[in-house]
Structures are given as structure tokens and as C-alpha cells.
């Protein structure tokens, strides 16, 4: 009645995927299979495992089933389960009827020294036998197909069968005679289209004797069916029409077009790949064609994560190995695995892996990827990055993707995400460092991450700029004091350096935030005692943003720093930075005044001493200024001229005219394309006129705004 009521005869897809034998009984499933009358789809795969079969000895008369536990009533209550929620419910039926399913089945018996008999328990599967067109049996074990085959075989509707292994240790699932099974399935499954014996050896061996073969098969194609062919004189076996296939058991394919539209052999004893005659499947999933890996990606894209990382690992080799031919359609179905499996690590690592050979081609061909694709791409790597920071394969390909961009136009969009993953990584670097003195990242991982992050904070302006200064500054001076208590001043030391230079340019919140509450002037003299150009040239650079902040520059005017400035005025070794950025450091200082001076340097205003001192220093700097050479090359780069304008604006303090006049005559002249015309835009021009049209500005000065002048115009033919 209850059957009757819920329609479950209706019913045309039923899934007990992974309901193991404490969830649902055999005898319960079984009983469900007889009430169905128009089911189509049917998964039972990893569904009571190593439980649809009994074992009978030769000499046992055990019924075909093994028993009768499941009352009418258990029946019925599984059937509610069906229909209300499968997977839910199912559970809660067999557990009320738990004990009488127990005492009613026969169970797996241990083998004995006779043989036995494994004895299928499925048997309701001949009820679908009209209607049944997919049947997906996989991660059962070899007993459980091979006992449940004769019903299996008498499925005639079938299309789709899926007898694969997948699971985390296989073994691999091994028939005795896996042509014969193969070629059973084949013969009898007249309309089946589509199959799959993934992780299974039923591809049988590689190199065989045709006729041998098709001689032994067709002796036992109806082993399993005697009960309805007692007279073998019927089945006229040398009538039996066989097709050439690479894989013994498919020449008895016997459906329409002796041809299958899909077959899955991945991960299988021997690879289809060396077969002397082709397959006759027009779609197949195995690993040794670039064209089965890609039809294995698809296949197997829901429910199979251990053969997806399989085929990834295949398709890694081939893009490393510049095999791939359709390197984009690869990139689109390993993007469709990551996005599909994110919480799997190893699918995460080899997927961007591969990604990373997709960007190499593009780049190396000059092959304009589409803004969705290449978006796509980068929202897959930030994904896995974000859920799988901790591994370390994974930093490396993300830090090496992100090399490959056009950066930073095509990580705009989630240059906040890209950010956090990269100050994630500075943090567990300076905590392992901290705790255990282990150098856990890669020296190279490091050193392209803070490469990366500098790129990014030249990107981002104002308010957005002073945020992104908020978060790193901390994290950046915290990498800093490690590599210093570790005394490394290494390149990741100098980009750290780099960057701090960068995200304070033109934004004194950041500015203060390095002053006050990272106390980055510790730090500096700390950094000072290496001696590195190249540290101190980006620090330098550092301390010149800040010295452009009226408010803070007198944090600077100290006679320790004050004595450091003075010293690296005539470091010119590796160039002139160092040098020109310890002057403009000391300019801006002086910008505020002798009074200003004094008072920083002593606390009042009473010391004539320092106003002596401040004198020679202005020699110093006017001395250095002689000795660069106006041709110079510079590594700097200024968005604006107005902090320099702001000196020239200076006619009390010649030094700051000085300083500043040479800078615009240096870039105008080394750089005139990308300076002449900033310097027009912001109207330096009258500026300059009035440098000239002033007698107190003396000879030197007026050289260098002619000099720009010049440069301006020229630069205009």
C-alpha cells in the first residue's frame, strides 16, 4: 500500500552511491531493485562493499539471496526513504530493522580448503532489465561483480556501465580471465554504448594472438547464462561475428554499430597505447594520448579526484615536454578540475603547474589570450593559493604564475586577495624563522613574493595605497629584523627595502606608519652596518619620502643620522643614488630653516656650534653635486616634480635650489621623453624663468634651469 502510495514504481533515478553495509543491507537494496519498474539510472557504486555476494561451498544448497530477514514492512519503510531523502533516510530504515536483517542473512564465509562458490546477491537487477540504461558499479570489488555477472549480462537495455576502481590505495581491480569478462559484457549488453574499466586490468595484455583469443572467449560467452541455454548445441558459437580491437575482449562488441561511443581505461594494467589495432571506442579516457587525457579531465570531473590528478600529472609532462597541441582547451579543462576539486591539494599543486606552461607558451608564441580566459586563469591560482597557502609546491607555482603576467594591469581586479596571500607568506617565514630558525619557504619563493607585492604597491594610489601600507609596512619590517637578527642581507632584504621605498612614495600616513609604529629608524641603522649599495640605496630612498613630509623630516635631523648622511654623500661607486638621495634627504632638512636646524639637532635654540656645523655640511653637499655626472643613469622614477619644484621654491636656502635644479636638468637631459613632458604639465616652466630672472640665484643654479629649458624645447621638435 505504501509502495502504491509514494509511486515508487515510478521512480527513474536512484543514486546509493557510498552507503556502505551499516547504512543499507543487501538484502534491503535487493528488495528496493524489485519495486521499481520504470528505473533508468541506477549508482550503487561503493555501495555495500564487499557485501552483494554470499559464499557457498560446492556442497551447500544456500539459497540464491540468503534469506529472508527484510519483512514487508522494512521494504516499505526503505521505499519512504527513497523517496523523502535516499541518503538520509535510508540509514534510519535499516537501522529499525537492523537486527532482523542480520539474523535473516547469510553472511561472507571464510574460505575453506574446497572451493567455493561466490554466489551474487543482486538478482533484482533483472527486474530493470526493460528499462535500465545506466549502471554505475564502481569501486566495487572484483567478488561483487564478477558474483552479480549473469545479471548483470541479461541488461539489455543498457547504455552506460561503469565498472571502474578508484580508490585512494587500490588494489587494482583483477579478474582471473578479464578478456572472457570484458568479452561477456561486450557480446550480451547488445545496446551499450558507453563503459568504463578504469582501474581495472579487463584491458587485457598488450600484445596477444587474435584467433587464439576469439577461439577461447567464444567457448564461455554463456558460462553465466547455462541456466537459459542448457542445450549449447543452440548457440551456434561459429556464427559469433567478432570485430578487430586492440583490446581482445571488444572484438565481441555487439551492439549496432560494433563501436562505443565512450571508453573509460585509464589507470589500467597496460596502456592502450601500443596496441597494434585500433580501439573501437570514439572516445576514450586513458593517459597515453593527449586526446584521452582530455576526454579522462571530462569524465571524470565529478567523482573521481585520484584519476583526475592522475591525468593532470600525465598532462604536466606533456606541457613541460612542449606536446601538447591544444595547450588552451588543456588550460580550460585543468581550470574546470581545480575550480571543481579546490579542497584537494594535489589537484590544486599539478593543476597550476600546468597553468603555469599555458602562460610560458602564450608569452614565448606572442598569443593573445582572451581577457575571460586569462581572468579565469588567475581566479584559479588565487583560489588554490588562498585555500592551500601552507603548501610550499603551491606558493612556487603561484609566485612563478604570477611572473608571467602583465603585471600589475592583470591582477587589478584581485590585487587585495593577491596582497593577503603574499603577506601570509612573509608571516609564516618570519614565525618559523622565529620559532625555529628554519628557512621554511624557498629563498626563491621569498624573493618573488616581496617582488611581486613592491610591483602591486606602486599600482594603488591614495587612500587605497595608505590601506595596503597599513597591512604590509608591519609585516615587511617584522622580515626585516629577522633577516637582520640572522644577519642575512641578502636580495630579499634589499626588495623588502625596495618596496617600503615604494609604498611610502608620496603618502605620509605610510610614512608615519614606518617611523612610529614599526620604529623603522632602528631597523635602518641595523641595515646601515652591512654595507650593501643596493640596501642602501632603496633605504635612502626610503628616508627621502620621508624627509618630503614637513611634519616628520625632523625625526631625521639627529646627530647620528645626521653623521650617517653626511658619510654616504660620496658613495658613488655604484652609482650616484646613494648619494643623491642622502643629499635630498638633508635639503629637505634644511628646507625648514638655520632656527629649524638648530632646535631638531640640540632641543634649543642657543647652540651657535650647530649652525657652524650645518654650514660645512652645505659644503659637503655642494661638493658632491659637482662630482655626479649630469648623463647619469638614475633607477628611480618620479610620477611627480612637485616635491622638487618645492625646493627650487627655495631662494632663501640655495642648496635646495642647488640639489633640486640638478635632479630636473639630470632627468630632462637622461630621460627627455618621459620628463619634459611632466615637467610641462605641472608648469615648471616658470618656475624655471624665475630661477633665471632672479639676481640673488647664483651662476651654477642658473646652468641647470637653462640646461631643462633647453631640454623642454628640444624635446617639442
Known amino acids: 500500500m505504501l509502495v502504491e502510495t509514494l509511486n515508487l514504481s515510478k521512480l527513474q533515478h536512484l543514486s546509493l552511491r557510498n552507503l556502505g553495509p551499516y547504512v543499507i543491507k543487501r538484502t534491503m537494496l535487493n528488495s528496493l531493485l524489485k519495486n521499481f519498474k520504470c528505473l533508468k539510472y541506477l549508482d550503487i557504486s561503493n555501495c555495500c562493499t564487499n557485501q552483494l555476494f554470499i559464499v557457498r561451498p560446492a556442497t551447500s544448497s544456500m539459497d540464491l539471496v540468503g534469506g529472508s530477514g527484510d519483512s514487508t514492512s522494512s521494504v516499505a519503510a526503505a521505499a519512504a526513504a527513497v523517496v523523502v531523502d535516499m541518503t538520509r533516510m535510508i540509514s534510519n530504515a535499516a537501522g529499525g530493522v537492523n537486527a532482523a536483517a542480520t539474523v535473516g542473512e547469510a553472511q ?36 561483487d561483480i564478477q558474483a552479480n555477472l549473469k545479471f548483470i549480462l541479461k541488461l539489455k537495455a543498457l547504455k552506460h556501465l561503469d565498472i571502474s576502481n578508484c580508490r585512494e590505495k587500490p588494489p587494482l581491480n583483477r579478474y582471473k580471465n578479464p578478456s572472457l569478462l570484458l568479452g561477456k559484457l561486450a557480446h550480451h549488453l547488445t545496446s551499450l554504448t558507453s563503459l568504463d574499466i578504469s582501474g581495472t586490468n579487463l584491458t587485457g595484455s598488450t600484445i596477444f594472438k587474435e584467433q587464439d ?33 586492440g583490446i581482445a575482449g571488444l572484438m565481441f562488441l555487439n551492439n549496432e554499430h560494433k563501436r562505443l561511443d565512450f571508453l573509460g581505461c585509464f589507470c589500467c594494467d597496460n596502456s592502450i597505447g601500443a596496441r597494434a589495432a585500433p580501439i573501437p571506442a570514439t572516445r576514450i579516457a586513458a593517459e597515453s594520448a593527449e586526446a584521452y587525457l582530455y576526454a579522462a579531465l ?80 588567475i581566479l584559479a591560482v588565487i583560489n588554490g593559493m588562498e585555500q592551500h597557502i601552507d603548501e610550499s609546491a603551491m606558493r612556487r607555482n603561484c609566485v612563478l604564475i604570477m611572473c608571467r603576467l602583465n603585471l600589475p594591469d592583470d591582477v587589478l581586479f584581485v590585487s587585495d586577495r593577491l596582497i593577503r596571500i603574499l603577506l601570509k607568506i612573509f608571516e609564516d617565514y618570519v614565525e618559523e624563522r622565529q620559532k625555529n630558525g628554519n628557512d621554511r619557504p ?93 640596501i642602501l640605496r632603496n633605504m635612502m630612498g626610503l628616508l627621502g619620502n620621508v624627509a618630503e613630509v614637513k611634519a616628520l623630516r625632523n625625526r631625521l635631523c639627529k646627530n ?92 632663501e636656502n640655495p642648496i635646495c635650489q642647488r640639489w633640486a635644479s640638478w635632479a630636473l636638468a639630470n632627468l630632462t637631459t637622461v630621460y627627455p621623453n618621459t620628463y619634459c613632458p611632466l615637467f610641462e604639465r605641472e608648469q615648471g616652466r616658470e618656475l624655471m624663468e624665475r630661477v633665471l630672472n632672479d639676481s640673488n640665484v647664483n651662476d651654477t643654479i642658473k646652468r641647470y634651469a637653462n640646461i631643462v629649458l633647453h631640454n623642454v624645447d628640444r624635446n617639442k621638435l
Not at 589537484?347 to 597553468?355: K, N
Open 108 to 143: 561472507p564465509q571464510a574460505s575453506t580448503n574446497q572451493p567455493n562458490e561466490l554466489v551474487g546477491c543482486l538478482d533484482g537487477l533483472t527486474h530493470l532489465a526493460p528499462t535500465l540504461t545506466h549502471l554505475l558499479m564502481a569501486d566495487l570489488n572484483v567478488d
Open 213 to 245: 583469443e576469439i577461439d577461447y572467449i567464444k567457448k564461455r560467452l554463456y558460462d553465466d547464462l547455462s541456466d537459459e541455454y542448457n542445450d549449447y548445441a543452440r548457440v551456434k558459437l561459429d556464427a559469433i561475428e567478432t570485430i578487430s580491437s
Open 298 to 377: 571530462e569524465c571524470f570531473l565529478h567523482d573521481r579526484p585520484l584519476f583526475l590528478l592522475d591525468a593532470l600529472n600525465h598532462l604536466f609532462e606533456l606541457y613541460r615536454d612542449e606536446s601538447v597541441e591544444d595547450k588552451l582547451w588543456g588550460g580550460h579543462l585543468i581550470m574546470d578540475t581545480m575550480e571543481r576539486h579546490l579542497d584537494n591539494s594535489r589537484i590544486q599543486i599539478s593543476g597550476s603547474a600546468s597553468l603555469f606552461y599555458v602562460l610560458k607558451y602564450c608569452k614565448e608564441e606572442n598569443v593573445q589570450l582572451p581577457s575571460f580566459y586569462l581572468k579565469r586563469l
Open 442 to 534: 624557498e629563498h626563491f619563493v621569498l624573493r618573488t613574493a616581496m617582488h611581486l607585492l613592491n610591483i602591486l604597491a606602486c599600482s594603488v594610489h591614495g587612500n587605497d595605497k595608505s590601506k595596503v601600507g597599513a597591512l604590509s609596512i608591519p609585516v615587511a619590517m617584522s622580515l626585516i629584523r629577522t633577516k637582520t637578527k640572522f644577519k642575512e642581507p641578502d636580495d630579499v632584504l634589499e626588495v623588502t627595502w625596495s618596496f617600503l621605498w615604494n609604498i611610502t612614495d608620496e603618502t605620509p600616513e605610510n610614512c608615519e606608519t614606518f617611523l612610529d609604529k614599526c620604529d623603522g629608524m632602528s631597523a635602518f641603522m641595523e641595515c646601515i652596518q652591512f654595507k650593501k649599495s643596493e
Open 560 to 651: 647620528e643620522l645626521i653623521s650617517t648622511f653626511r658619510e654616504l654623500l660620496f658613495q658613488t661607486n655604484d652609482g650616484i643614488e646613494i648619494a643623491y638621495n642622502s643629499a635630498g634627504v638633508l635639503v629637505h632638512i634644511m628646507s625648514d630653516g638655520a632656527e629649524a636646524w638648530t632646535r631638531n639637532l640640540t632641543g634649543d635654540e642657543t647652540t651657535p656650534v650647530l649652525l657652524t656645523e650645518r654650514d660645512s655640511v652645505i659644503l659637503d653637499i655642494e661638493t658632491a653635486i659637482d662630482k655626479w655626472d649630469l648623463n647619469s643613469d638614475r633607477n628611480i622614477n618620479y610620477r611627480s616634480f612637485q616635491p622638487i619644484f618645492r625646493l627650487v621654491e627655495q631662494f
